[in-house]
């Protein structure tokens, strides 16, 4: 693995250093008055994922999909765009899936001619947003709390096995049909991969995998996460816990709407963003930032996270281990974890990554190409980390509109 440059830890431990001098300041500022300059808030940065897409006029529908295993997922629904509405033609379905710690605000959290969902919704498709279990809009189960240890014992494992089965159900029984086009963002493609490369049936109901900043193969990644998975489990376990890692709580909307609101602070909270997704020239639009910061973190579970550094460790992109071969062999009938084959997706896959990406390197992104049978479509953007695909000003040109043109063709076919 490559090391960090003492330039880049050095970086780093200004960027935290200078977090923390932050809070201290804009606390004792609001206090005596300091600090006056403060950009002006985005309403979205209070808003769920229903009030959000209500707010540019588009329609909107809620639903809840339960899940095999008790859990209760929140699923939003943009039904048409705002010119072209209801009638009687059917719409191609397409699902769109978020990625680690984020919730299905992040396909509209920009303007609607640089968002995805309202860009598709315009586009005639009729789109749904998911939200992964234990994210801030999905905490509901049918027995279990969110205050007990085995509500968070799940990780993107179950989110393949249990919730996109769950969801192409519930989208099915609402629209009669039975394909959708999958987009997935980062773990949204893990999810996506796991789930066509183990379950038939989920293949069968997916026209076309669209991947942006895919994530399976960590071989090559860079950035503080790799410290994360070198620290010792008890060290690991004491630190985070066994239950939620990184909710959307009070602190988290704290910072989003408050701190990187003034002016003094809003490019530490751009160092922030940047040091986790890859360093480059912003390429998000700063004036909503506090969206970005207040909407996510949106919360996972400790267990999903430990799935990824176990596989950062493991150098396999393969089940979560549990542990101990007694537990492997409960779950899977084998004492260590099975690997994924992705050359069992055979769905139409096209994919899209980012030379800056410290998350989804294209080293490992390649990697992942040359083992799937039917990619349609691959593009590596020199510019682009981690999120340029959901936020980046040009997004549109890099992705959407390749996307929609994708899409367009193959309707056309049918």
Known sequence: MERMSPASRRRQVKMWWLLGTACFLHLAGNAHCWFTEVHPENPK??????????????????????????????????PHGKTNGPHSVQRPVVYLQHGLLMTASCWISNLPNNNLGFLLADAGYDVWLGNSRGNVWSRKHLRLSPDSKEFWSFSYDEMAKYDLPAILDLIKEKTRQKKVHYVGHSQGTTIGFVAMSTNPRVSKRIK???????????????????????IPKTLFKILFGEKEFLPNNFLVRFIGRDLCNHAIFSTICDDLLLSLVG?????FNKSRTDIYFSQNPGGSSVQDIRHFLQTILSKRFEAYDWGNPDLN?????????????????????????????LLSRSKDVIQLISQLPNVIHQKLIPSYNHVDFLWGNEAYFHVYSEIIAILNHYENLD
């Open 45 to 78: 940065a209070r808003m769920n994922v229903s009030q959000m897409i209500s707010h540019w006029g588009y329609p909107n529908e809620e639903y809840e999909a339960i899940t095999q295993d008790g859990y209760i997922l929140t699923i939003n629904r943009i």
């Open 208 to 230: 076309i995998n669209f991947a942006l900043a895919p994530v399976s193969i960590l071989n090559d990644i860079h950035g503080p996460t790799t410290f994360l998975a070198y």
């Open 279 to 283: 360093f480059n020239t912003i390429k």
């Open 329 to 357: 062999m409960k779950h899977y009938n084998r004492s260590t974890p099975p690997p994924y084959d992705m050359s069992k997706v055979k769905v139409p896959t096209a994919i899209w990554f980012g030379e800056k990406d």
